[in-house]
C-alpha cells in the first residue's frame, strides 16, 4: 500500500502564493507511473490542476496556466505545486493523485486533501 502525504494548504490573500507538497511512502517497493493535483470544490466535478505524464511532460488546466507550476523530486518521491497570483476562484480542497506500480499492479492513490482558501 502506498500512502500519499499533502502538505501546504492555507488561508491566502488575492494575489498571494502558496506551495503545495504530496509525498509517496510505502513499506514495499514502488514505481511511480503519473503524479498530479486536482482540485474539488462542493457541488462541482473534481478538476485536474496540473500533472507529470509517465515522459514527464506537464500538463495544466488552461485556467492555471502561467499562474501555477507543477515541479518534482524523484529521490524522494514528492511532487509540489507552487501557485502563484492566487484568485479566490482556486479556493478548493486540492487531491494529489498518483498511479503507481506495487509489484504487478498499476493503481490510482489518492492523498487527503489539503484545502487551499484565497480570500480577503
Known amino acids: 500500500q502506498v500512502q500519499l502525504v499533502e502538505s501546504g494548504g492555507g488561508l491566502v490573500q488575492p494575489g498571494g502564493s502558496l506551495r503545495l507538497s504530496c509525498a509517496a511512502a510505502?513499506?514495499?517497493?514502488?514505481?511511480?507511473?503519473?503524479m498530479g493535483w486536482y482540485r474539488q470544490v462542493p457541488g462541482k466535478q473534481r478538476e485536474l490542476v496540473a500533472s507529470?505524464?509517465?515522459?514527464?511532460?506537464?500538463n495544466y488546466a488552461d485556467s492555471v496556466k502561467g499562474r501555477f507550476t507543477i515541479t518534482r523530486n524523484n529521490a524522494k518521491n514528492t511532487v509540489y505545486l507552487q501557485m502563484s497570483s492566487l484568485k479566490p476562484e482556486d479556493t478548493a480542497v486540492y487531491l494529489c493523485?498518483?498511479?503507481?506500480?506495487?509489484?504487478?499492479?498499476?493503481?490510482?492513490?489518492w492523498g487527503q486533501g489539503t484545502q487551499v482558501t484565497v480570500s480577503t
Open positions: 493523485n498518483a498511479r503507481i506500480w506495487v509489484g504487478l499492479y498499476l493503481n490510482d492513490y
Open positions: 510505502s513499506g514495499s517497493n514502488f514505481d511511480i507511473n503519473a
Open positions: 507529470f505524464t509517465i515522459s514527464g511532460s506537464r
